[in-house]
């Protein structure tokens, strides 16, 4: 029953992947030109991308053996969030169980900031973009705070995420 669970699971995933770079420069181009006009839009729109986070990291540690070790390799308490800690969500790693929580945490060990719901809603949508990335960085509109290791670590684990596909046994 789970291998044809498995096979299932990973003929949906090839499905998505083939669909996945078109859609992302398509999303990119209407989240900079249309959706991120709005300061309402972009607000809810960030608070679904952190859920979404949330729910991909279930997902790949589901998927991906290699990703649920890296995940138990750490006892983090990481979070995203807007500057002045207007809203955020807090992902907290132990033990190889991944937990997540909306509003921000005093007691995290990596912090992602943005000085914006734009800006946020910008970078972690089109991740591609590197110049852009640079940009937010050298503007101080994305900082990234805590221990550099454990910022590292949280920045690769999230980058893993853009690809769901499993890595064979």
């Known amino acids: 029953y789970l291998l044809y669970w498995h096979e299932f699971c990973t003929e949906k995933v090839r499905l998505c992947q083939t669909l996945h ?13 249309v959706i991120t006009r709005s300061e309402i839009v972009s607000d809810v729109l960030f608070r ?13 540690m589901i998927m991906n053996p290699k990703f649920l070790e890296r995940v138990r390799d750490k006892n983090i308490i990481a979070q995203i969030k807007i500057n002045g800690d207007l809203f955020g969500r807090v992902y907290t790693f132990s033990d190889g169980n991944l937990s997540s929580e909306k509003g921000v945490s005093t007691e995290a060990d990596v912090s992602m900031v943005f000085s914006d719901t734009r800006t946020a809603v910008q970078l972690l949508l089109d991740t591609s973009n590197r110049l852009r ?6 503007n101080f509109r994305a900082d990234v705070q805590g221990d550099d290791r454990n910022s590292i670590w949280f920045i690769q684990t999230l980058s893993l995420l853009q690809h769901l596909k499993p890595e064979p046994s």
């Open 21 to 33: 770079s078109g859609v992302m420069i398509m999303i990119a181009f209407i989240v900079d030109r």
């Open 48 to 60: 679904f991308i952190l859920w979404f986070v949330y729910l991909l990291m279930r997902l790949k």
């Open 133 to 138: 990335q640079l940009n937010a960085m050298k």
